[in-house]
Nanobody, 123 residues
Framework: VQLQASGGGLVQAGGSLRLSCVAS????????VGWFRQAPGKGDDGEFV??????????LYADSVKDRFTISGDGAKSTVYLQMNNLKPDDTGVYCC???????????????WGQGTLVTVSS
């Protein structure tokens, strides 16, 4: 599975962005897509943001984005969206989409990683 993320950009605090992740190649009937982000200058592995089980539609969110971000899937287009509202400067980072067998906060459970898209939120 190849993943292509897009939709990042510069936005003021309080604004919105929608990220897209297009999956191509062979996918199993049961798979999940998620988003991780890494803040600039941080040497850690980044943090989990959200994930969706595409066969059931069930979703998982980090506490820091719950009630502001919404993850959704369009099976016909093999695309997952991350709608981000009420953005804060702390949301700044490179957002990567990932895929695996089921939605989880654990990064080691995702075996496909796409390239990132940069989101910058100014105060």
């Amino acid at each position: 599975v190849q993943l292509q993320a897009s939709g990042g950009g510069l936005v003021q605090a309080g604004g919105s962005l929608r990220l897209s992740c297009v999956a191509s190649g062979r996918t199993s009937s049961r798979y999940a897509v998620g988003w991780f982000r890494q803040a600039p200058g941080k040497g850690d592995d980044g943090e989990f943001v959200a994930a969706i089980n595409l066969n059931s539609g069930s979703t998982l969110y980090a506490d820091s984005v719950k009630d502001r971000f919404t993850i959704s899937g369009d099976g016909a287009k093999s695309t997952v969206y991350l709608q981000m509202n009420n953005l804060k400067p702390d949301d700044t980072g490179v957002y990567c989409c990932v895929s695996g067998t089921y939605a989880t906060r654990r990064r080691d459970m995702y075996n496909n990683w796409g390239q990132g898209t940069l989101v910058t939120v100014s105060s």
